[in-house]
């Protein structure tokens, strides 16, 4: 019987991951073909993602750095190699963990946001009103949602960057005495342009994912308030699960496959 209901539970869920891509489509339509969105819903949102999740996600960034700093310096001062340690450290932050670490922080908090407030609009029969009044949902609720966080990760990802750098330098003065100019000429020399393009591109496909994910499991919500909270919950562990995997699959695209032109 447990067996049974698993099986059931992953089908559904399977298939309201193939509703988010079918959501993704119909986005993509009602923007570029209908151009039809919210500019006030879109505005909203853009400070929910990017205003108001600015300072953890600094405050994140510069940790992360300071930690990164004191795992990566004391091994490359042993081996005599302290010159590289700001390009390393810039490559780390700029392919890898800012981008992943400010969707993984977005999806935690906004993406739950997003699947508990539609979900509950869902239970509350608020969507069947938006129908009553010839609204569209994906205009009305799924695009602005997309768009912000389209729009904002990468913005996020870059400060987030500029961040994270910023703790790595200090600490590597403060604690291992490198000097500011061996640091910075490091990163010049080692951290390329493509390096911090293929972040904003990643944050932003991440972005689409956090929005899309929170957005179609919100819609699919039933069973009242433990529904909600059920979809909320799945929301942000599928939309995390989606960033590390498609981040495996970019990550290839970016610095395997494509290294060898941009790097």
Avoid at 193 to 199: E, N, Q, T, V, Y
Avoid at 211 to 225: E, F, H
Wanted: charged residues 10%; aromatic residues 10%.
């Amino acid at each position: 019987m447990q067996s049974r209901e698993s099986m059931g539970n992953f089908g559904s869920w399977l298939i309201k991951l193939g509703k988010s891509f079918l959501l993704i489509g119909q986005i993509i339509t009602r923007v570029l073909i209908y151009r039809r969105f919210h500019w006030r819903n879109t505005l909203e949102q853009m400070s929910m993602v990017g205003t108001e999740s600015l300072l953890i996600t600094l405050i994140t960034a510069a940790f992360v750095g300071a930690v990164l700093t004191i795992q990566v310096a004391r091994e490359f001062i042993n081996f005599g190699a302290q010159q590289a340690i700001g390009g390393i450290l810039a490559i780390a932050l700029a392919r890898e963990l800012i981008p992943v670490l400010t969707a993984v922080i977005i999806a935690g908090r906004v993406g739950s946001a997003f699947a508990a407030e539609i979900g509950t609009m869902q239970v509350t029969e608020q969507i069947d009103a938006l129908y009553m009044l010839k609204t569209n949902p994906v205009d009305y609720l799924a695009t602005p949602r997309a768009i912000a966080c389209i729009l904002m990760l990468p913005i996020l990802t870059i400060l987030g960057f500029l961040t994270g750098m910023a703790g790595a330098l200090f600490l590597s003065q403060a604690t291992y005495s490198i000097p500011s100019t061996m640091f910075l000429n490091s990163v010049q020399n080692l951290l390329k342009p493509w390096d911090l393009i293929a972040a904003l591109i990643k944050s932003s496909i991440f972005g689409v994912l956090i929005a899309v994910i929170g957005t179609t499991w919100g819609l699919t919500t039933t069973g009242g308030a433990k529904g909600v909270g059920e979809s909320t919950t799945t929301a942000v562990v599928t939309a995390l699960l989606a960033i590390f995997v498609s981040n495996f699959f970019l990550s290839w695209v970016f610095f395997q496959s494509l290294g060898s032109t941009f790097l």
